[in-house]
């Protein structure tokens, strides 16, 4: 399945299947972004299947931006092909509603 991370002005939007062939990928990604920015918004809208290990590469992005006093905000609560897996994965706490872009 096609995969792309879209810097979508500043919103970096995941589209396509988050699975274990690219959690490398995206943690590479995000890491060189949480090493350069104080603020990272990464959109899940477009995100059409995940499994435990992309979860878990979620846990690691939100976790090294709380270490580092980064802000992270996760957009894509209202993609009902995913809330599922992070409301049992006790991970559905990552989502932020409060983000607008400007």
Not at 57 to 86: C, D, H, P, W, Y
Request: proline share 0%.
């Amino acid at each position: 399945m096609n995969f792309e991370i879209i810097n979508n002005r500043g919103v970096f939007e995941i589209h396509g299947d988050f699975t274990n062939t690219h959690t490398n990928q995206v943690a590479t990604y995000f890491n060189n972004l949480l090493d350069k920015y104080y603020e990272v918004v990464i959109c899940l809208n477009q995100v059409k299947r995940m499994d435990d290990k992309a979860l878990n590469v979620m846990q690691f992005i939100a976790a090294k931006a709380k270490r580092r006093s980064k802000t992270l905000f996760v957009l894509g609560k209202e993609n009902k092909r995913i809330n599922e897996q992070f409301k049992t994965s006790n991970l559905n706490n990552i989502f932020k509603n409060d983000y607008s872009s400007k």
